[in-house]
């Protein structure tokens, strides 16, 4: 495994990491499994485990967190996410103060740690000002609850106003976490290209796979209780003729390099510089074995050049990790 530093902070990301989006406490609930499959990740050198209040509404982060458990807290880098509702409260969503507050200490008490290393704003709040989500998560790094803070699909306008916010006297975001993988690009690579490249931010990405579609999955229609079987608004953005076909191109490239084409779209991620870690899921240990494995898979000039020429001009949508 290599490690990839975060930003400015001297904090260090595996290259591939594991979420719990769709899986943990959703798709998969028994404990052992998950025990396995965080246990074998960390031995093969994950150390960043990516979760959020709102994945299957808390249960994602209390099976992670009885699984990361039986891990030595120093060796793991944890985060988690506010902003998503978790009740029907009028409050109990967004990123107030209020929410703040009282959705890191329930995150906290479901992972079963003291603080996280990285806490992120899930998504934008255009119903907050910046500098009341800013100071508030200034207050949870000097009370020792985080370490770090993060925004996720925020627009870079208003990462900007937070950086600016922050100044040199506030704690400032560190690093963004963002769709990204062969078929959405443009976000990364145009809307936030300046603020990486500059060094302000890192960035985690999420979805590598497309939500199972660059697998391959999905070749010859919709797999019951597969994930875009399930998940109509992802069905609808993700699954079209054109994606399909693209993916299915794919398969050439990946047999020529004896590779999956799930390894060929994770390899793919691992060459692009600007990204810090690439948040991967796995519901058994064989997909996460598959996983693993791209890192080991090394994309030449000729099979990065393959690669482009089939997902060249691909259109632009939207997950909703």
Same mark, same amino acid.
């Given at each position: 495994?290599?490690?990839? /530093?975060?930003?400015? *902070?001297?904090?260090?990301?595996?290259?591939?990491?594991?979420?719990? &989006?769709?899986?943990?406490?959703?798709?998969?609930?028994?404990?052992?499994?998950?025990?396995?499959?965080?246990?074998?990740?960390?031995?093969?050198?994950?150390?960043?485990?990516?979760?959020?209040?709102?994945?299957?509404?808390?249960?994602?982060?209390? @099976?992670?967190?009885?699984?990361?458990?039986?891990?030595?807290?120093?060796?793991?880098?944890?985060?988690?996410?506010?902003?998503?509702?978790?009740?029907? =409260?009028?409050?109990?969503?967004?990123?107030?103060?209020?929410? @703040?507050?009282?959705?890191? =200490?329930?995150?906290?008490?479901?992972?079963?740690?003291?603080?996280?290393? @990285?806490?992120? +704003?899930?998504? =934008?709040?255009?119903?907050?000002?910046?500098?009341?989500?800013?100071?508030?998560?200034?207050?949870?790094?000097?009370?020792?609850?985080?370490?770090? &803070?993060?925004?996720?699909? &925020?627009?870079?306008?208003?990462?900007?106003? !937070?950086? =600016? +916010?922050?100044?040199?006297?506030?704690?400032?975001?560190?690093?963004?976490?963002?769709?990204?993988?062969?078929?959405? %690009?443009?976000?990364?690579?145009?809307?936030?290209?300046?603020?990486?490249?500059?060094?302000?931010?890192?960035l985690t990405v999420y979805a590598p796979l497309a939500s199972g579609l660059l697998s391959g999955k999905y070749d010859d229609g919709l797999p019951a209780g597969s994930r875009l079987q399930r998940l109509d608004a992802q069905r609808q953005q993700w699954y079209?003729?054109?994606?399909?076909?693209?993916?299915?191109?794919?398969?050439?490239?990946?047999?020529?390099?004896?590779?999956? %084409?799930?390894?060929?779209?994770? !390899? &793919?991620?691992? *060459?692009?510089?600007?990204?810090?870690?690439?948040?991967?899921?796995?519901?058994?240990?064989?997909?996460?074995?598959? /996983?693993?494995?791209?890192?080991?898979?090394?994309?030449?000039?000729?099979?990065?050049?393959?690669?482009?020429?089939?997902?060249?001009?691909?259109?632009?949508?939207?997950?909703?990790?």
């Amino acid at each position: 495994m290599k490690y990839r /530093n975060m930003a400015a *902070t001297g904090v260090n990301l595996s290259a591939l990491s594991l979420g719990g &989006w769709a899986s943990f406490g959703d798709v998969l609930k028994d404990e052992s499994a998950v025990k396995a499959i965080v246990a074998r990740a960390h031995e093969s050198g994950v150390n960043f485990f990516d979760m959020a209040d709102a994945y299957a509404r808390g249960e994602s982060e209390r @099976i992670m967190g009885k699984a990361l458990a039986q891990l030595p807290r120093h060796t793991l880098v944890l985060s988690s996410k506010v902003f998503r509702p978790m009740s029907d =409260d009028v409050n109990d969503r967004g990123l107030s103060r209020k929410h @703040i507050f009282e959705s890191i =200490d329930r995150s906290l008490r479901r992972i079963g740690t003291d603080y996280v290393d @990285i806490y992120f +704003c899930h998504r =934008d709040d255009p119903d907050t000002a910046v500098e009341e989500t800013v100071r508030a998560m200034d207050d949870l790094v000097r009370a020792g609850k985080i370490l770090y &803070w993060g925004t996720s699909e &925020w627009p870079a306008a208003r990462i900007e106003e !937070a950086l =600016d +916010c922050a100044g040199r006297s506030l704690y400032r975001p560190q690093v963004e976490q963002s769709h990204y993988n062969l078929l959405e %690009r443009s976000r990364v690579e145009r809307e936030l290209a300046s603020l990486l490249d500059e060094g302000r931010l890192a960035l985690t990405v999420y979805a590598p796979l497309a939500s199972g579609l660059l697998s391959g999955k999905y070749d010859d229609g919709l797999p019951a209780g597969s994930r875009l079987q399930r998940l109509d608004a992802q069905r609808q953005q993700w699954y079209t003729q054109d994606r399909v076909g693209r993916v299915r191109e794919l398969r050439r490239i990946a047999d020529g390099l004896g590779a999956t %084409r799930s390894q060929v779209a994770l !390899a &793919w991620l691992l *060459t692009r510089k600007r990204v810090t870690s690439v948040i991967t899921g796995a519901t058994s240990l064989a997909q996460l074995q598959e /996983n693993l494995d791209a890192a080991d898979l090394a994309l030449d000039d000729a099979a990065l050049a393959a690669v482009e020429a089939v997902f060249a001009d691909v259109g632009a949508t939207r997950s909703g990790a």
